[in-house]
């Protein structure tokens, strides 16, 4: 075959590929642009491409160089062009130093080509900048559109149960951040997740969710590996690697089973989601694995979910009134507003709903139901005639972020024209700065209006001592976790703190309630102590709204 047969053969196996519907693949270029090198005596090509035109000005660009004969250059013809969206791209080829000019034949050949080589270039630095932009964050970390594409690939041609996933949050890390700063967080970031990659096997794959949230396929064999490196690894970080830190996560890790048959990436992520969650709470230690039982849960709480716009509309639940009692004359003093769901002929105790609302911000829906109805039945009390005791109704947490709250609370009051003093709300101990700024906004609002306000669970929370030295509550209630089991060893430490806690309520004008009481030992410890008032099931477990009110009206006429 003769040069120009050669030459014509070439270009068209590269116009083929390049043609392609499938994304170019600059090896199989290569072998053809090599072939015409040596037929049109390039001794050496070479093509760079920028990203924009200030990295041209700059030089900053990479380069390609599929032919180098190594022979030494005197000649360079280059050919530029603008690709697209500012890149630049530049085709430079070189002639062999002491050989005959380019003919003219030639050189209208040479620039064929280099224009073929800026196609080829546009199109592959084009495909790479769209998939960056689609499969990988500005920090460079895969997204879960890749790791979805890699599961379903995987899934659909080989299966998982090879496989093991999980997904997982980088404990603590904003301290990392503070403590280091942005550019040495991201490199410890980087480099822990570098340590998961390398763990996680061949195909195994860390996407990022966003923030510092991750997800992880990894195979099953290193499943050891990569949990040791969840407990904790330390991770070097600096110019010379000389500072380390410890990171550690949150994980909810499926293993999945040998008969699994993937049917949707869905199925997979709600299990380790549900996992997740659990492990966030810290209740199952902070690697919790994903389980038959976890999914009814999970479809436990869907159901709770969807049912329950439909029972506060049908008021199927109730509450409940468990008094609060004065342990030296044994009268009812006040009562916690306590919910219950009767539906469907069966009455759903607390811990089926309540954690499930906590999750959202339908736990606030219910608390402003509660209240309502507390404020209600004290109404009817009072147009009855009927003896009134202080009632306590429990907000969440998730309240402080309404900036309305206390209106919302004033304007539920309000409307049933039941006194400020009648009503108690208690709030639970806070574990941020910013929730411990709008806590004191909220109590100290509540107090300006006469409302009677309590902090619950003392003694379990974050800052407790700060808590009561900067907020101005009413009343103080010790968890029943903080109560003492019984009067031997008064010298013991929990013994001693009871102690201290409740004299040190006393002496700043707090009112303590102790919970959980429940034998007649823990009264005496409470009496001993000066703690004047109980709630618990040794006095009364939570009652019906007509049995408290006979609790009530037997206390009024015994005292007559």
Not at 66 to 89: H, I, K, N, Y
Request: with cysteine; glycine share 6%.
């Amino acid at each position: 075959m003769d040069l120009d047969a050669k030459y014509y053969c070439c270009i068209e196996r590269i116009t083929r590929e390049m043609v392609s519907p499938d994304q170019i693949q600059a090896d199989k270029l290569y072998p053809d642009l090599q072939e015409l090198c040596r037929l049109l005596r390039v001794a050496k090509g070479v093509t760079t491409f920028y990203n924009s035109l200030a990295m041209e000005r700059r030089g900053e660009g990479e380069s390609y160089t599929p032919f180098d004969s190594g022979a030494e250059t005197d000649q360079v013809l280059t050919v530029r062009g603008e690709l697209g969206g500012m890149m630049v791209g530049q085709c430079s080829v070189y002639h062999e130093k002491g050989t005959p000019p380019w003919t003219e034949t030639e050189r209208v050949r040479i620039d064929t080509v280099q224009r073929m080589m800026l196609n080829f270039v546009s199109k592959d630095r084009m495909a790479m900048l769209i998939r960056k932009a689609t499969l990988f964050d500005d920090a460079g970390f895969s997204n879960i559109r890749l790791f979805t594409g890699t599961v379903e690939k995987i899934g659909s041609e080989q299966g998982l149960s090879q496989f093991g996933m999980a997904r997982f949050d980088l404990k603590h890390f904003s301290l990392i951040n503070q403590q280091l700063g942005r550019e040495l967080s991201d490199e410890v970031m980087k480099n822990y997740i570098g340590l998961l990659e390398e763990a996680a096997g061949e195909c195994g794959i860390v996407s990022r969710l966003g923030g510092d949230n991750f997800v992880i396929l990894f195979r099953k064999e290193n499943l050891d590996a990569v949990i040791k490196i969840f407990e904790g690894a330390p991770v070097r970080y600096g110019r010379d690697d000389d500072g380390r830190v410890m990171v550690s996560v949150n994980a909810g890790v499926l293993v999945i089973p040998e008969d699994f048959y993937y049917h949707d990436f869905g199925d997979l992520m709600d299990r380790i989601i549900n996992a997740y969650s659990v492990a966030k709470t810290g209740i199952r230690g902070d690697i919790v694995f994903s389980s038959d039982e976890m999914l009814q849960q999970k479809e436990h709480a869907m159901r709770i979910k969807q049912l329950f716009p439909v029972a506060m509309q049908n008021d199927e639940i109730l509450v409940f009134y468990q008094p609060k009692i004065n342990i030296t004359t044994d009268a009812v003093v006040g009562a916690e507003a306590l919910s219950r769901w009767y539906h469907s002929g069966k009455l759903i105790m607390p811990m089926e709903f309540i954690p499930v609302l906590e999750q959202s911000m339908d736990i606030c829906k219910l608390d402003f139901y509660v209240l309502d109805h507390v404020c209600r039945d004290i109404r009817r009390w009072m147009d009855e005639g009927k003896p009134v005791v202080r009632i306590s109704v429990n907000l969440s947490r998730r309240h402080l972020i309404d900036l309305d709250l206390l209106d919302h609370i004033l304007s539920i009051i309000d409307r049933h024209r039941v006194p400020h003093h009648f009503i108690e709300i208690e709030l639970t101990e806070t574990t941020t700065d910013v929730e411990f700024k709008d806590l004191k906004r909220i109590v100290t609002g509540l107090q300006e209006a006469g409302v009677y306000t309590s902090v619950d669970d003392f003694g379990i929370g974050y800052s407790s001592l700060n808590l009561i030295r900067e907020i101005p509550w009413n009343i103080l209630k010790v968890d029943k976790n903080f109560l003492p089991l019984s009067e031997q060893a008064t010298q013991n430490r929990q013994n001693i703190m009871f102690h201290h806690v409740v004299n040190m309520a006393k002496e700043i004008g707090l009112i303590c309630v102790a919970e959980g009481v429940e034998t007649g030992e823990q009264v005496e410890i409470l009496r001993k102590n000066g703690c004047d008032i109980a709630q618990g099931f040794y006095y009364d477990k939570p009652l019906p709204v007509r049995e408290f009110e006979r609790r009530l009206d037997r206390q009024y006429y015994e005292s007559l």
